[in-house]
């Protein structure tokens, strides 16, 4: 959530910034509710501080007298007007507080422009993605891929996009989430295993919620949400808490599985294992000191990128541009694995500082050793990895001419076995 004095003090910086999200909010609508929740406040407070009056000048009064009368006839009508508007000032402030969760955070100054993902700016390139491999086919085109990954019984059992891992293939993906969380463990980050459900505060405080996209799977009739990815269980764990100064940044990892509508997805880009409704993911996050977030964000990125070369496999790092951020992003790295079969870039990592967004919504602080009072920290996330795209790079990238996958090495003892077959 934006800090409002934002909104009061610099209407037009927001504005800009919002229009440069490419986000559709309606900020005049939010001003003008900010506006007539601060009157209905003003009008609340003013009559509580009549009623506070007129009853300190009761008090001093004789009881009986008519002037003692009159003041408790007055205090009747003061505190009959004061709850009438206070139900008024309820109503107008969850309007305004529903209108300011609509608004995105603001893209942080070294955000370049840009409308679409083609003016995301390439910050570095990992590999030879160019390098001949002969043999590399889309993974699902390579013959036996349905006797691992059973795409078609999924669909039966539970719908398009939740597919069978079998055999060797739900080993491999057993060794990929082992391997991040073992790696992730090395880089300092402490382990968690988090619910996979979620209420609406908790998907409310990390953005969430309002579900513009209809991305989220949601229970009835308790009204719990399926987790899009384990930032959200993570994120809330220090929730309406304050953390001791000298333990920030505080950094944790968690492995869930993850369930996304991804409403309005098609062609291609859908195909296999490229995207998928329920799928494995570790993510790393961080709650850290205000003056250290970018510092930070650079630290996870080489996180996440660390992971990649010690697949070996060939991977760019996109800054994304202030169009294609998403709503709670400050900032955002991607980080696109190359796929030799489909000849195209997959994402497998974004790599985000929120700033104090999310914190606000959550009441995530800490005390500041200088001032003496709570101050939001800034919440930072990044994958570390999503399992299917590196998967899917891995099956093309390493396709052999005898139909088998070679294993990268530093997967070998996670495995435990130099390839993979589909026979």
Known sequence: MLDPKLLRETPDVVRAAIAKKRID??????????????????????????????????????????????????????????????????????????????????????????????????QSLYGSHEAPRPHALPHWDIPGFSRLFDFERGAKVTGAG??????????????????????????????????????????????????????????????????????????????????????????????????????????????????????????????????ASYDELEKLRGDAERLLQKLELPYRVLLMCAGDLGFAQAKKYDLEVWAAGQKRWLEVSSCSNFEAFQARRAQIRFRSKDSGRPELVHTLNGSGLAVPRVLAAILENNLQPDGRVKIPSALLSYFGKDYLSFV
């Open 162 to 291: 939740f597919p069978f891992f079998i055999g060797e293939g739900a080993r491999l993906v057993r060794a990929l989430v082992h391997f991040f969380l073992d790696e992730n463990a090395k880089a300092g980050y402490v382990e968690v295993s988090p619910p996979i459900f979620v209420n609406a505060a908790s998907a409310t405080a990390t953005g969430q919620l309002p579900d513009k996209e209809g991305q989220m799977y949601e229970t009835t009739p308790d009204r719990l949400f399926a987790v899009p990815t384990a930032e959200v269980p993570l994120t809330n764990f220090f929730r309406d808490e304050i953390i001791d100064e000298a333990a920030l940044p505080v950094c944790r990892c968690a492995y869930t599985p993850c369930f996304r509508r991804e409403a309005g997805s098609y062609g291609k880009e859908v195909r296999g294992l490229n995207r998928l409704h329920q799928f494995d993911k570790v993510e790393m996050l961080k709650w850290v000191h205000p003056t």
């Open 25 to 122: 909010v309606d900020f005049e609508a939010v001003l003008a509710l900010d506006v007539a929740w601060r009157a209905s406040l003003q009008e609340v407070e003013t009559l509580r501080s009549h009623q506070k009056a007129a009853n300190n000048e009761m008090a001093k009064l004789p009881k009986g007298t008519p002037e003692f009368m009159a003041k408790v006839a007055e205090m009747k009508n003061v505190s009959g007007l004061a709850k009438e508007r206070e139900v008024g000032l309820k109503e107008t402030e969850e309007k305004w507080r529903q209108a300011v969760l609509s608004l995105p955070n603001l893209p942080h100054t070294s955000v370049p422009d840009g409308h679409s993902p083609e003016e995301n700016k390439v």
